[in-house]
């Protein structure tokens, strides 16, 4: 069964059909969700197409129809985009390398009260500043091929260890490692770390197989940092645009006792730095 199959299954099993306004008929459903035929009824297509289309008979797909099933099957804008990238639509974006401008590092380090750094949008971690590194982890004493948000999410026990809600940041890295799949699927990077997280960790492998999907926005998060205690952010993320497979991420207290929270631990992390740095012995 191919991606655009996958994905139509899983969201067809996942609406109420009373939430699409259909009628109870008084027959037993041996699975949640819509049945086929309710799906080509509500998308104006024929059963036998609903059923091609699952069973990967269908490659290419008209946008008319597209719009047809992603209004019948109510997906949010997140789905209904990735709708059209598996199925082959979507206008190809050009690739770039992921090395990070010096300009862009040199942002980085002009921001010494906001940890932040540049993501590729695998969330493989290219450039970091001091705050990110003591607000999530020395980056710099990671292999290369280890700097990666979603694996040290599910891998690293001190990294997952740091979320107040592991499980909702974690689902939160499937849906967007599912929606850089969909738009990617010949990344071998990509295709490498999806196999090692399902051999290695049972409940991405869980969540993965529910196809839940989700582009870069602002999120919230709360840490429960070793030094700092409890912190509250705002993750704010923002495209690159000279380099469109790249995203550069700011932290921002939500509130003053993160504040103070935040500004203890950068401290805490430039008094730690100033004896390194003059070559003083302890």
């Not at 086929?36 to 998308?43: G, P, S, T, Y």
């Not at 599910?154 to 592991?166: I, V």
Request: one cysteine or more.
């Amino acid at each position: 069964m191919t991606e655009l199959g996958e994905f139509l299954r899983t969201r067809r099993a996942a609406l109420d059909p009373h939430r699409a306004g259909l009628p109870d008929d008084g027959r037993n459903r041996r699975v949640p969700g819509l049945r086929r035929e309710e799906l080509a009824q509500l998308a104006h297509v024929s059963v036998d197409y609903v059923v091609r289309l699952e069973q990967g008979r269908t490659n290419r797909v008209s946008r008319t129809v597209l719009n047809a099933l992603a209004d019948a099957l109510q997906l949010a804008p997140d789905e209904r985009a990735y709708l059209f990238t598996v199925a082959d639509v979507a206008p190809a974006r050009p690739s770039a390398p992921p090395e990070v401008a010096p300009r862009l590092q040199q942002l980085l380090d002009g921001m010494p009260d906001i940890p932040a750094m540049v993501l590729h949008r695998r969330m493989d971690v290219l450039a970091w500043n001091r705050g990110a590194a003591a607000l999530l982890t020395d980056f710099g004493a990671l292999p290369q091929s280890e700097r990666n948000l979603i694996r040290l999410t599910f891998l690293d026990p001190s990294f997952r260890a740091l979320y107040r809600d592991w499980e909702l940041s974690a689902r939160e890295c499937v849906a967007v490692l599912r929606m850089e799949a969909g738009r990617t699927p010949r990344d071998p990077v990509l295709t490498a770390l999806v196999g090692e997280l399902s051999v290695r960790d049972p409940d991405f492998r869980t969540w993965r197989a529910a196809h839940q999907v989700r582009g870069p926005r602002q999120l919230v998060k709360t840490y429960q940092h070793p030094v700092a205690g409890t912190v509250t952010l705002d993750v704010q993320q923002f495209s690159v645009d000279t380099h469109p497979d790249q995203l550069l991420v700011a932290y921002t207290a939500t509130d003053d006792a993160s504040q103070e929270a935040l500004r203890f631990l950068l401290l805490s992390a430039q008094a730690k730095e100033a004896p390194r740095k003059s070559g003083a012995s302890p």
